[in-house]
């Protein structure tokens, strides 16, 4: 008998727990539900746009490709407006950049360049944008500032920095400056390069360490010059 009394208790006490508790049950329930429901909306709607922007960019690509010039960056200016959130609006961004200095519009290309390098969240994607930037800088008679734009970090295109900035030392004439980064890129590569994709890399900057060959030899001359 006790035990049948025992499971009346049992039973009584769980109605009563329930009559206590079941609105905020319900309440918590319904706010899980939501949650999960519109975690599913919000990934849905982030892959829906990541593919409207992938194909928004492979068709400025084509536009770019096709000579189609003022559509692709109609299409930039979109990808740029309403898809900033993706890695194809700076992708779409230094598309226009590139396509704009082939057709001389540095300071359009320029303008390209400094939102993406504003914009863009791969942090091993920002050298790279930053070394872009300082050619079209240079193209457009800016050396000072280019080179300014060198200090940052090189990231892995440090390289391409070295031969950047001897490139701007020597159209500046200072011939001694720009062999010295000419050199400082060659010791960056190694010695190992032949047969290796920086094998172009390594001897087109070999020439231009070659051809001022008569500033590696008077720097010894004049050093003897001064030897008390």
């Keep these: 008998m006790s035990t ?14 329930w009559k206590e508790n079941w609105k905020p049950l319900a309440i918590g329930l319904v706010l899980g539900l939501s949650a999960i429901f519109a975690y599913e909306a919000y990934t849905r709607n982030k892959d829906n746009k ?42 779409g961004a230094l598309k226009l950049a590139q396509a704009a200095v082939e057709a001389s519009k540095l300071e359009e290309a320029r303008a390209r360049l400094e939102w993406a390098a504003a914009n863009a969240k791969d942090a091993a994607l920002k050298p790279l944008i930053q070394l872009r930037l300082a050619r079209v800088t240079w193209q457009q008679g800016k050396a000072p500032e280019a080179l300014k734009l060198l200090d940052g970090d090189a990231g892995t295109y440090a390289v391409l920095f070295d031969e950047l900035r001897g490139d701007i030392k020597l159209a500046e004439g200072d011939r001694a400056a720009a062999l010295a980064e000419y050199n400082k890129a060659l010791g960056v590569l190694g010695t190992a390069t032949a047969g290796t994709p920086n094998a172009p890399i390594a001897e087109a900057l070999q020439r231009k360490v070659d051809d001022l060959a008569d500033v590696a030899s008077a720097a010894p001359a004049a050093a003897a010059a001064v030897t008390p």
């Design 4 to 17: 049948h009394y025992d499971d009346e208790a049992q039973v009584e006490d769980l109605r009563r727990w």
């Design 50 to 91: 990541r593919a409207e922007a992938s194909q928004l960019f492979e068709e400025l690509k084509a536009a770019v490709t096709g000579n189609k010039y003022d559509e692709a960056v109609k299409m930039g200016d979109r990808l740029v407006a309403d898809f900033d959130s993706t890695p194809y609006a700076v992708a």
